[in-house]
C-alpha cells in the first residue's frame, strides 16, 4: 500500500526545494501548483468552465492567470465559485497521480499542497510534512523574489494558515534553515515511513 505523503509550508519555507529532495530519493512527487496549470492550458479540463464563471479569463483557448486575478479582484465571490470549479478538478488529478505512482511500484507518493490544512486535504493522506523556518529567514527569501512587494507578502501570509499552527498539526517538521538540515529530515521521514510499511 503506498503512503500518502502531503508536503507543505507557507510562502517561503522552501518546500519546492524539500520536494526535489524527495524526488532525488525516488519518490514522485505531485505538485498541486502544477495540477493546476496543467488544468488552464489549452485543452485543460478546467478550461470551458472556468471561462464560463469568468469570460474575461479566456485567452487563446487557455485561462490567462492574471486576467483571473484582476476578474477575481473585482468579484466579492468569485474565489468561492472558482473553488467550486476547481477544487474537484484538482482532487481528480491527485488521485489519478497516486494510482499511478502504485502502478509503478512506489511505496510513498509526495504531495505538494500549499494550501493543505485550510483546504482540509489532510483527511486524505496517510501523513503530513511541514517545511519551515524562522520568521526573518522567510520574509527575507520572498522579499528577494522579482515583482514581490511587502504589502503582496503580507496578503498572502493572511490567507495561509500561521505556521506555528501548520508545525503543531503536522506529523513531521522539516527545518529548512540549511539544506543540510532539511536533507536530514527528509532521510529521517523517508525511513521511518518505509520501515513502518516493512513492519
Excluded at 519546492?16 to 505531485?30: A, C, D, I, Q, Y
Excluded at 464560463?52 to 476578474?71: H, S, T
Excluded at 514581490?148 to 501570509?157: D, H, R, Y
Aim: include cysteine.
Amino acid at each position: 500500500m503506498i503512503f500518502r505523503l502531503g508536503l507543505t509550508g507557507s510562502i517561503g519555507m522552501g518546500k519546492s526545494t524539500t520536494g526535489k529532495m524527495f524526488v532525488e530519493r525516488g519518490h514522485p512527487l505531485w505538485d498541486a501548483d502544477e495540477a493546476v496549470h496543467r488544468l488552464y492550458s489549452k485543452g485543460g479540463a478546467a478550461v470551458q468552465r472556468v471561462s464560463e464563471a469568468f469570460p474575461a479569463a479566456l485567452n487563446d483557448g487557455a485561462i490567462d492567470r492574471a486576467a483571473l486575478k484582476a476578474a477575481l479582484a473585482a468579484d466579492p465571490d468569485g474565489f468561492s465559485r472558482l473553488e467550486t470549479i476547481v477544487h474537484p478538478l484538482v482532487a481528480a488529478d491527485r488521485k489519478a497521480f497516486i494510482a499511478r505512482a502504485e502502478n509503478d511500484g512506489a511505496r510513498i507518493a509526495v504531495l505538494d499542497i500549499p494550501l493543505l490544512f485550510e483546504t482540509g486535504a489532510e483527511k486524505q493522506l496517510d501523513g503530513v510534512a511541514v517545511v519551515s523556518t524562522d520568521a526573518k529567514t522567510q520574509k527575507a527569501r520572498v522579499l528577494a523574489r522579482p515583482g514581490m512587494t511587502a504589502e503582496t507578502f503580507e496578503m498572502i501570509l493572511s490567507r495561509q494558515m500561521p505556521d506555528a499552527e501548520k508545525r503543531v498539526r503536522a506529523d513531521w517538521v522539516i527545518p529548512s534553515d540549511t539544506l543540510e538540515s532539511a536533507r536530514r529530515a527528509v532521510d529521517a521521514i523517508c525511513s521511518e515511513i518505509l520501515e513502518g510499511q516493512n513492519a
